[in-house]
């Protein structure tokens, strides 16, 4: 019997390498099994091609995700990172109108936000300890 109601798929490894390892290696085969959407086409039909590769069986197309997912939580922040430098230089240009149709594909960027980069930081922490 290759796995049982309480411990899923990894009913395979017994009463070896620990109840502990063996749930972490359950959700990662949870994971890895569930339908994910392709970020092309929005079609279920997202497949795992080799480790960290993830290839769309309707579109063919192909990218770099995680080992076990095709969407990372680390791939995740630096994508936020990226928008928000991207829109740190877009927010110099506040003066055109033309900006507001370029702020529209951006996530979290709203005309009232600041966004500060390290220059500015490190600017104002110079003069405020010229203060004391």
């Not at 395979?12 to 390498?17: K, Q």
């Not at 900006?99 to 922490?125: C, G, K, R, W």
């Amino acid at each position: 019997m290759a796995g049982t109601k309480k411990v899923g798929s990894t009913g395979r490894y017994g009463a070896r390498y620990g109840a502990k390892l063996r749930r972490r290696v359950l959700d990662i085969e949870k994971k890895a099994s569930e339908p994910v959407r392709c970020p092309s086409c929005a079609t279920k039909a997202l497949k795992r091609q080799a480790v960290g590769l993830w290839k769309c069986n309707k579109c063919d197309l192909l990218f770099a995700g995680g080992a076990y997912v095709p969407f990372t939580e680390a791939g995740k922040a630096a994508k936020r990172a990226i928008a928000q430098r991207i829109a740190g230089d877009f927010l110099a240009l506040r003066d055109d109108e033309d900006i507001e149709d370029v702020l529209d594909f951006l996530p979290n960027i709203h005309e009232d936000e600041v966004v500060l980069d390290a220059e500015t930081v490190s600017t104002s922490e110079a003069t405020d300890t010229d203060d004391e």
